[in-house]
Nanobody, 123 residues
Framework: QVQLVESGGGSVQAGGSLRLSCAAS????????LGWFRQAPGKERDFVSA???????SYADSVKGRFTISQDNAKITLYLQMNSLKPEDTATYFC?????????????????WGQGTQVTVSS
């Protein structure tokens, strides 16, 4: 059973940085795409970033150039480095895993989810 546990959320001022972590267990890194989604109150869960089994990243247009997705060498921990944060980045951020070599951009395509970590950016 794949388990995902996020950490690293918090409150920052606009322009600041945070790094989210997702500890992944029970999965084979060669078989799963790992990604980040976010959901603001009253809104749908949106794609943020993902990394496929070859290590190729993808990003939502709204975070390109500001966020960076990465994994540790053992591919146990997934990271999301968030720089130049804006108030519109405020949301609960979720780590997700999709069985398959490629990554897709919709929540329905992902099989496993973490519990989420809150990110609040004040102006």
């Amino acid at each position: 059973q794949v388990q995902l546990v996020e950490s690293g959320g918090g409150s920052v001022q606009a322009g600041g940085s945070l790094r989210l972590s997702c500890a992944a267990s029970g999965y084979s890194y060669s078989s799963y795409c790992l990604g980040w989604f976010r959901q603001a109150p009253g809104k749908e869960r949106d794609f943020v970033s993902a990394i496929d089994t070859d290590g190729s990243p993808s990003y939502a247009d709204s975070v390109k150039g500001r966020f960076t997705i990465s994994q540790d060498n053992a591919k146990i921990t997934l990271y999301l480095q968030m720089n130049s944060l804006k108030p519109e980045d405020t949301a609960t951020y979720f780590c997700a895993a999709r069985k398959g070599r490629l990554c897709y951009f919709y929540p329905v395509d992902y099989n496993y989810w973490g519990q989420g970590t809150q990110v609040t950016v004040s102006s």
